[in-house]
């Protein structure tokens, strides 16, 4: 990866897009996130990023509204010179009965875990296509292959991202703009605590093949490889980095001769 990668992760304030970020700045890359909490705890996420040996540039951004994702895009581009690398990462969760969901409950989540990722890949494809080339990343998930109740927005809204990835290789790569997706299975995240119980984790722990939970910092590692320029090549594609989660069909059959 080269120390100048201009790279935009959204939702850079925890779990998997502050583990990113600061993945990022470990390899020298200057490092533009839209960040939630007050100023004292971004000044302090900034000096991370600079002691990891990266260039920051965080704000406070509603990924929702497209006019304000898209002046954060256009600062991040003046500040660092363009946008080599843009990561659509952040994500609300809501867990509910699909049957109590509601109108504003649809459209609270699907304009922050679907519209933003539409905003984001607006802003960094209007860049990426002026210079030529540019990778672009949605992080989706393993619960758009198996579903778990009461996640139907979740579900639907990570459905839709793919969909979006997709249809955004065919159209961007003439301009030498690659876009994928990477599906993270069960992961150690704030967003998760909240709706994961013991018994949540002892299920996943069962399931998952690699038999452990993963960690942010595993998940963004694998979303890097897509910065580099070996993967110029791969487009249209969901990564899962699931420790084998999906591929587990074990029921506890018995064995026969």
């Known amino acids: 990866m080269s120390d100048s990668l201009r790279a935009v992760v959204t939702g850079a304030s925890g779990g998997i897009g502050r583990a990113l970020a600061l993945h990022l700045a470990a390899q ?4 533009a996130g839209t960040f939630r909490g007050d100023d004292d705890a971004r000044d302090s996420f900034a000096d991370e990023i600079r002691a990891a040996g990266g260039e920051p540039l965080l704000r406070s951004v509603d990924v929702s509204d497209r006019s304000a ?7 991040a581009a003046n500040t660092f010179g363009g946008i080599d690398f843009w990561v659509n990462n952040a994500a609300r ?3 509910k009965p699909f049957l109590d969901t509601t109108e504003d409950d649809w459209s609270s989540l699907l304009s922050v875990n679907f519209l933003g990722y539409v905003w984001g890949c607006q802003v960094a494809a209007r ?3 002026s210079q030529g080339s540019g990778s672009i990343v949605n992080v989706s998930s393993v619960v758009f292959e198996q579903p778990p109740t009461d996640l139907s ?6 459905g839709a991202v793919t969909g979006l990835t997709r249809a955004l290789a065919v159209e961007l790569g003439p301009a030498g703009v690659i876009v994928n997706a990477v599906s993270p299975g069960a992961t150690d995240t704030p967003l998760n605590d909240a709706a994961w119980t013991d018994s949540v984790r002892e299920n996943y722990l069962r399931r998952i093949p690699a038999r452990r939970i993963g960690s942010p910092e595993e998940v963004a590692a694998a979303i890097a490889l897509l910065a580099q320029p070996g993967a110029r090549y791969v487009t249209g594609q969901v990564i899962r980095a699931d420790g084998g989660l999906v591929l587990d069909g074990s029921v506890g059959h018995e064995q026969t001769q």
Request: charged share 15%; glycine share 8%; no cysteine.
């Open 28 to 31: 020298g890359a200057h490092v």
């Open 69 to 75: 994702l898209s002046v954060f895009g256009d600062e």
């Open 93 to 95: 969760l809501m867990v």
């Open 127 to 129: 860049y990426m296509t």
């Open 153 to 158: 927005a979740y579900v639907s809204a990570k």
